[in-house]
């Protein structure tokens, strides 16, 4: 699979959302930032982007997809980082 | 008796397993090694089966657990996750209380 694949197909399902993707061939790490992930637990958000991805884990054309799912306030509470005004 | 069963039977008799590629002193894959190295570090007795060695539980769990990937933590026959959710769990602290209330 391609960056621009796995983009598109979790596009359509969180088309708000911010997709970013890192890795090659059968091993990928994708990062998911969308407000539909408000109130939804961890394991269900997986769920629906691994969802997308069932044929290609089942068939072993890809190895790895590590999703990272989190709400725009979660994404910029959890680095704890300020960005400082200059 | 049939693969599905099997599972069934593995996640009733034990309150802790994970399903996950080679064992805990010899992960054969990166997100396994995570995974089971969280549940180590709690201290609490668990199971486990080595997807590897098993390949006819590794084709059906995906379709019983309802997660396409391994490994696959069980607390109580109930899906917890895989390697990010079990890290992440354990370092927001509630990884333990559930542990413990399982085992207790």
């Known amino acids: 699979m391609n960056e621009s694949e796995i983009i598109e197909r979790i596009s359509k399902l969180y088309p708000d959302a911010v997709v970013d993707v890192a890795g090659a061939d059968c091993s990928f790490e994708v990062y998911v930032i969308s407000d539909s992930f408000s109130g939804v637990n961890t394991l269900q958000r997986q769920k629906s982007i691994l969802a997308l991805f069932k044929n290609e884990i089942t068939s072993g054309k890809l190895h790895a997809l590590s999703v990272k799912a989190k709400t725009p306030q979660e994404q910029s509470a959890g680095s704890g980082l300020v960005q400082i005004q200059m | 008796m049939s693969t599905e069963d099997k599972i ?10 994970i399903y996950m590629k080679g064992t805990p002193d010899a992960p054969s894959c990166g997100f396994s090694a995570k995974a089971v190295s969280v ?7 668990f199971a486990y089966v080595n997807v590897l060695a098993s390949p006819f539980i590794m084709e059906k769990l995906p379709e019983v657990s309802d997660f396409p990937t391994f490994p696959q933590v069980f607390i109580k026959g109930e899906i917890i996750g895989g390697s990010d959710i079990v890290e992440e769990m354990y370092n927001k602290g509630e990884l333990m209380p559930m542990l413990q209330a399982a085992t207790s």
């Open chain 2, 8 to 17: 069934r039977k593995q996640l009733a008799e034990n309150p802790v397993i």
């Open chain 2, 39 to 45: 549940l180590k570090a709690t201290g609490i007795e």
